[in-house]
């Protein structure tokens, strides 16, 4: 599961309590978060300047410096906080502990700085969180293998999370109903669309800022065990337990 940052604050306490319900039923839930209001909030208390290039957000050692303070900081320990006082169990990781994340810089890093795309997710370290019965909290950030740390996309590291654990499905929980587009002038959340509409819809302009490196994490993650990602608002009443016994809720993204 990915949970965006503007979400986060937003999430009532029966989602929460949904989570650790599914965790109890046997369900093993792995969830990597985002931050990106949090992140902009501090940086401009500290006097930093950001910018964002195509939905990425322009990282320099300065920026990574408060990216992981709040992403792996106040951000992870808040969820961990929430599943914790809904009676759950959580453990809160970064990418760069036990080099979970394995990360290279992405094609225009002279464009976007440190931010970085996935090489590597050790799954076994995932695997072991799980089988002690804790549902892993993970903050997208990365390493290299000579230590160099990347800030990553959110969207990016959970899809390649769900790749590398072998998920069938990620969920993708934000504060829109999924992937709208405008028909007969109202905005409506699509049931279900292809690559090909993804590519259309960007062209377009349908698709645009921080939901294209979204959907463009959801169609990189479909290939082998993951046969679908489902883009949801996570203040839906009951969303998980419902979207887990097959109720159709926002958009389904299939190759």
Do not use: W
């Not at 106040?74 to 809160?92: C, D, H, P």
């Not at 990781?93 to 996935?118: F, K, M, R, T």
């Not at 160099?148 to 654990?165: K, M």
């Amino acid at each position: 599961m990915k949970c965006g940052g503007s979400t986060l604050a937003a999430l009532p306490e029966a989602f929460f309590k949904d989570l650790v319900q599914l965790q109890q039923s046997g369900i093993k839930p792995v969830i990597v978060h985002g931050g990106g209001p949090a992140i902009s909030e501090n940086l401009e208390k500290l006097g930093i300047p950001t910018e964002f290039v195509n939905g990425l957000r322009r990282t320099t050692e300065e920026v990574l410096d408060v990216v992981e303070m709040v992403l792996a900081g106040t951000i992870n320990k808040l969820i961990v906080r929430r599943i914790e006082s809904a009676g759950g169990q959580a453990l809160g990781l970064s990418g760069s502990d036990g080099s979970l994340i394995i990360a290279q810089p992405v094609p225009n890093a002279n464009e976007v700085g440190l931010v970085g795309d996935v090489t590597h997710v050790k799954a076994s370290l995932i695997n072991g969180v799980l089988d002690l019965g804790y549902i892993p909290i993970i903050a997208p950030l990365g390493v290299d293998e000579g230590g160099q740390r990347y800030n990553i996309n959110a969207d990016t590291a959970a899809g390649a999370v769900a790749s590398f654990i072998g998920a069938s499905r990620m969920i993708v929980v934000t504060d829109v109903p999924g992937i709208l587009k405008s028909i007969d002038g109202v905005k409506t959340a699509l049931p279900s669309v292809s690559f090909a509409d993804i590519e259309e819809m960007i062209a377009s302009g349908e698709i645009y800022g921080g939901m294209i490196p979204k959907v463009r994490a959801a169609m990189k993650c479909i290939h082998g065990e993951v046969q679908e990602v489902v883009i949801v608002d996570g203040s839906e009443p009951k969303v998980l337990p419902r979207l887990l016994a097959g109720e159709s809720i926002g958009t389904v993204i299939r190759r």
